[in-house]
């Protein structure tokens, strides 16, 4: 049987190709994961002792007043301590924003917990200097020397930028200031940790509420955090590992029906020859193992070199990329994983070929008999799991229970699958009839449908990759509708300059729209009014300004003053809780005082909105206080801040940009979508395969009847214009079903997932994107069946003929 084994893997090697493939792109889907997750894994988790490098103890913070505390008494003892924390502020220079919000960490005056890398430059040395981040520095533009503004109002400090460092993206920072300007930043100061260089009985005197451990524990426990949010990550990219393989398992499945029944007469000839069915199982399944090995070890070989590529190529934009590097782990679980595959998927089609009783003749599979016994149990069993599946899938919405949600749609799934050898052909039909007449049109149906069982595989690979892909393309262009709504909410103005201290030029409205990326402005009059110590603007509104999205009214009722919550935040504790409870507040403007009734609201910056008549009450002298844009939908949202940040910091106002964050969670989407696609496109590439595949091996397997065909008067351009419809037909049939099941399952998984935070979740097609899938998968079927067409054209009628 060796020779038989030997023999048979020479003769069928390039039979074997298109399963080596789909093989080969699963592992090396495997390795390239485990390459990448290692790679981050490694450069995330690199550094994170640094800044606890010079102390043996880190205290974790049990209430705010301990931070204080601890970095007092460090001063009063001598010993080192650093805050491990950050403020959010905003940044500029020159008047000029260049950070709408940037975290701002400690950066120590002791040479012993001075832990960035210096990059340039020195370390502070005096409380009115700073460090900054060289890759944050990439798209703020700060430089050494550069003096700038951080934080807003009362709280802003001016610093010098004496250094370039580079930090650990684990705690890194855009600037470093040291503790004394940063304590200044309370109301965006966070703090968890401080490392300690004192003992641990004084730590636990001055801050009793807090938690001491060792340094090196510390680390640890912050590695195996960093750790677990990239084995998330990776579990993420192992479900698409695992659909790219299940799509494996079909196609290698088919290829091995397919080839097992182009070889019934030579295991029927062995086993004439005294070949027992148990030797014979043996060497076709040793046939898989070392297809499946071979194929297995080329998929390690692509996945390490592109593994290496896209680690380099990740690293051009994410510096804290660590090395990429080789894991055994990951390497041998791939490894197995691909052999195990191989052998999973020729289990069936080995038992299936290895029943062949000696001198039984060559005859390809009819498929599903319905009235056999085998055919009414695979209708039975699909009618249990499409009635069962869509019932799950009901409950599912109606109780928004993602489990039984997910547990539905693999039934209904399944069940469509075991229902393929009926509706696929059926389908097909009809897709040729739609055709249109013609001989050409009848003989690639006929040979479509031929095998049942076989057509229905061919299309269930492709049938997996266009459902999913469109239940993912539906599904977030839902979630997109839905935050854009939220967006509108939360941001009705795309940018807002406020006046801070004087009121704003007459003319800067019209400076204000020459600006490239804006649609329109609008320019509202208002007062400046004291609640208690805090000044806050007043600007007037009459009615809903062109310039806000979404369906928010902005038309404050007399005697009602919209606050807005950063505001609210910044009143001393007794004004805020009458806000908040009585919501009423005084406001006292050129020695009036009135009190007005409070809405809280936020989304068009510092100013508080009253009415018109309400404004005229307070003040009939009111001045150009906010001017309100609207950007042009696609505006770089960059550089349309970056402009307004010019003539906001040269009118000494402040400005809001609500489009910069549109712009940013849009970005999160797209970027989302396309690595979505990305991955499920794996599958649908191994699924063409599989159709490539299969149109090849039935050319071998009708090479004869084909031949026949061209001696009866079949031209060449026929025959090609027949295999290419019957690849058309195929990869037509199974888009079209994953396109509906996908739009299902969309709906199903937006009623679920979306209702549960937002009422009344509507389904949103992204018609472009589901139809360009439906086009690309349908002319990929057509594209995979251009080979097997010129090599069956290329037979000569006589050649053909002769062979066997």
Not at 56 to 65: E, F, M, N, S, Y
Not at 511 to 520: F, I, T, W
Not at 625 to 632: G, N
Not at 688 to 702: K, P, Q, Y
């Amino acid at each position: 049987m060796r020779g038989v084994l030997l023999a048979s893997l020479r003769h069928h090697t390039r039979r074997y190709v298109a399963a080596a493939l789909a093989v080969a792109i699963g592992v090396a889907f495997v390795v390239v994961t485990g390459m990448l997750t290692g790679a981050t894994r490694a450069g995330l988790t690199a550094d994170v002792g640094a800044p606890v490098a010079a102390v043996d103890h880190v205290v974790t913070i049990g209430a705010p007043r301990d931070v204080g505390r601890l970095v007092d008494a460090a001063a009063e003892d001598g010993v080192p301590a650093l805050t491990l924390g950050y403020a959010m502020e905003p940044v500029s220079r020159d008047g000029v924003q260049l950070a709408a919000s940037a975290d701002i960490a400690e950066a120590s005056l002791d040479p012993a917990m001075q832990w960035q890398q210096l990059e340039d430059g020195r370390f502070p040395t005096a409380a009115g200097e700073a460090l900054a981040d060289v890759n944050a520095a990439k798209s703020t533009g700060v430089a050494i020397g550069d003096v700038v503004r951080v934080g807003a109002g009362e709280a802003a400090v001016d610093v010098e930028v004496v250094g370039m460092v580079d930090s650990p993206a684990a705690f890194g920072a855009s600037l470093y200031v040291p503790w004394e300007v940063l304590e200044g930043f309370r109301d965006t100061l966070w703090i968890e940790s401080l490392a300690w260089g004192g003992s641990e009985e004084l730590a636990r005197e001055v801050a009793p509420d807090a938690s001491v451990e060792a340094a090196d524990d510390w680390v640890a426990a912050r590695q195996a955090e960093i750790s677990q949010g990239v084995d998330v990550l990776a579990v993420m990219a192992l479900l698409f590992v695992a659909i790219a393989l299940f799509v494996a398992v079909m196609v290698i499945a088919n290829t091995f029906a397919i080839l097992f029944a182009q070889r019934l007469r030579d295991f029927a000839l062995l086993r004439c020859v005294g070949v027992t069915r148990r030797q014979l199982r043996r060497a076709v399944r040793l046939e898989a193992l070392a297809l499946g090995v071979v194929a297995s070890v080329l998929g390690l070989v692509l996945g390490t070199v592109l593994g290496y590529g896209l680690v380099a190529l990740v690293a051009q934009w994410f510096a804290d990329m660590g090395p990429a590097a080789i894991d055994p782990l990951w390497t041998g679980a791939a490894l197995t994983v691909g052999v195990l595959v191989t052998l999973v998927a020729a289990w069936l089609p080995t038992r299936s070929a290895t029943r062949v009783a000696p001198l039984a003749a060559l005859r390809p599979d009819t498929g599903v008999d319905v009235r056999s016994a085998a055919g009414r149990w695979r209708l039975a069993a699909a009618g249990v799991l499409l009635v069962g599946g869509c019932l799950a899938l009901a409950f599912s919405v109606a109780t928004e229970a993602l489990p039984v949600m997910l547990v539905g749609g693999t039934a209904t799934f399944v069940g469509v699958l075991l229902l393929g050898p009926l509706l696929v052909p059926a389908l097909i039909r009809l897709g040729g009839r739609l055709l249109g007449a013609g001989p050409v049109r009848r003989l690639a149906t006929g040979n479509a449908v031929r095998n049942p069982r076989r057509t229905a595989t061919t299309a269930a690979s492709l049938l997996v990759g266009v459902t999913l892909t469109t239940a993912v393309l539906t599904g977030l262009a839902s979630s997109r509708t839905e935050l854009d709504r939220e967006m509108d909410l939360s941001h009705p103005i795309d940018a807002t300059i406020t006046a801070a201290d004087d009121p704003l030029e007459a003319d800067l409205a019209d400076r204000v729209a020459g600006v490239e990326g804006v649609a329109d402005v609008a320019t509202l009059d208002g007062t400046t009014a004291l609640i208690g110590e805090v000044e806050v603007p007043l600007a007037g509104v009459s009615a809903r300004p062109g310039v806000v999205r979404g369906p928010n009214d902005f038309a404050p009722r007399d005697g009602v003053v919209w606050l807005p919550y950063s505001v609210i935040d910044e009143l001393p504790a007794g004004r805020a809780d009458r806000v908040w409870e009585d919501r009423e507040v005084t406001v006292t403007v050129a020695g009036r005082e009135r009190t007005l009734q409070v809405k809280p609201a936020t989304g068009w910056g510092r100013a508080g909105l009253v009415s018109t008549s309400t404004l005229a009450a307070l003040d009939a002298d009111p001045q150009p206080t906010a001017v309100w844009v609207r950007a042009v939908d696609g505006a770089d949202a960059e550089d349309l801040q970056g402009d307004l940040a010019a003539l906001a910091g040269a009118s000494g106002a402040g400005l809001e940009s609500g489009y910069s964050q549109r712009a940013w969670v849009d970005l999160q989407v797209d970027i989302l979508t396309g690595s979505v696609v990305g991955l499920l496109a794996i599958a649908i590439v191994i699924a063409l395969v599989g159709i490539a595949n299969t149109l090849g091996l039935s050319v071998l397997e009708r090479t004869r009847e084909n031949a026949l065909l061209r001696a009866m008067g079949l031209t060449r351009t026929q025959l090609r214009r027949a295999l290419a419809t019957e690849g058309l037909l195929l990869s037509a049939v199974a888009t079209v079903m994953g396109t509906a099941l996908g739009l299902a399952f969309a709906w199903v998984g937006v009623q679920v997932l979306l209702g549960t935070v937002v009422d009344d979740a509507d389904l949103t097609v992204p018609v472009l994107q589901v139809a360009g899938v439906a086009v690309v998968a349908a002319l990929a079927g057509l594209a995979a069946c251009v080979v097997p067409a010129r090599r069956a054209a290329r037979v000569t009628p006589a050649a053909g003929l002769a062979l066997d």
